[in-house]
């Protein structure tokens, strides 16, 4: 099972850009679903971004072209690459591997946190 680690959060002005790093350890990265999430407390965990074992990716609808997603199986890192921030994408970021068919291979980070200021 791989465990991940997120870094590259921090404080960046509206407008700006911000690239988060997830970090894995482990086995057969290139096997897993890997997947950013948001948390603000007191607002549902919501899906920024996914890359997915098959090759695909997705976003979530208020993502609208500002952010992507990429992965170097490599280096067993996942990157978000954010730009045009606003207040509202402040937040925790967490990373998430999930190994598709296998429940149990299913890992979170401890967050990065994300604030714009306006």
């Known amino acids: 099972q791989v465990q991940v680690g997120e870094s590259g959060g921090g404080l960046v002005q509206f407008g700006g850009s911000l690239r988060l790093s997830c970090s894995a350890s482990?086995?057969?990265?290139?096997?897993?679903?890997m997947r950013w999430y948001r948390q603000v407390p007191g607002k549902r965990r919501e899906l920024v971004a996914a890359?997915?074992?098959?090759?695909?990716?997705e976003y979530g609808d208020f993502v609208k072209g500002r952010f992507t997603i990429s992965r170097d199986n490599s280096k067993n890192t996942v990157y978000l690459y954010m730009n045009l921030l606003r207040p509202e994408d402040t937040a925790v970021y967490l990373c998430?591997?999930?190994?598709?068919?296998?429940?149990?291979?299913?890992?979170w980070g401890q967050g990065t946190q994300v604030t714009v200021a306006s």
């Open positions: 482990g086995r057969f990265f290139i096997d897993y679903d």
């Open positions: 998430n591997a999930y190994r598709p068919g296998i429940p149990v291979l299913n890992s």
């Open positions: 890359t997915l074992a098959d090759g695909t990716t």
